[in-house]
């Protein structure tokens, strides 16, 4: 098998660019609080400046040791104790991969057949967790990393009122919070409507594109 060639020095300078901005990211939400935030914001670093026109390269050596370290950094939390809490509750875990299972097989089967995409970025899309490891295939097996990349990013958007009440107090910090400052039912439902909108149309542009004037 043949060795990948030795990248010429504007892909290194490139690369040398994609890694300043993706530190810089990372940092940036990682110092915010942000959930993830070094992996997060490295990622919506990149992704923003690819969309604003620069010309984003990891060269392929580069990109086979980042993989390497993300296997390392994966590994390394498994422990005896992680296989004691498995034995420990085999009912649990059996109905967590079980629905797990479920989860990524429905929502990969809306991916494929509502929005259209294909079997390996729809799968890549379902998997729950993990974004680095998820990425990092994603990339080998060349699926579309931009719609990957905004799915695997989503999390809980609650939506209420009145305080937030019960469910505001199971949320954690990777969720969202949108709590209408009213005591009226009617109104609360009518800025939920307005919100879902909204939502439904910055998802609908983020894949699928759309008129600026829309």
Known sequence: MASAPIPAKREWRRAAETLSIATLGGITLNWLGFPAGLVTGSLLGVATAALCGRPVHIPVPLSRVISVVVGISLGAVVSPETLKGLVAFPLSVLVLAISTLCMITATSFYLRFVHGWDAQSALFGSSPGALAQVMTLASEYKADLRAIAIVQTMRVVALTGKGGGAIGKMLT??????????????????????????????????????????
């Open 173 to 214: 910090d990777a969720d969202v919070h949108i709590c209408v400052p009213a005591e009226r039912t009617a109104r609360i439902q009518e800025v939920h409507l307005l919100t879902i909108h909204c939502i439904c149309d910055g998802i609908d542009v983020a894949l699928f594109g759309g008129d600026a004037n829309d």
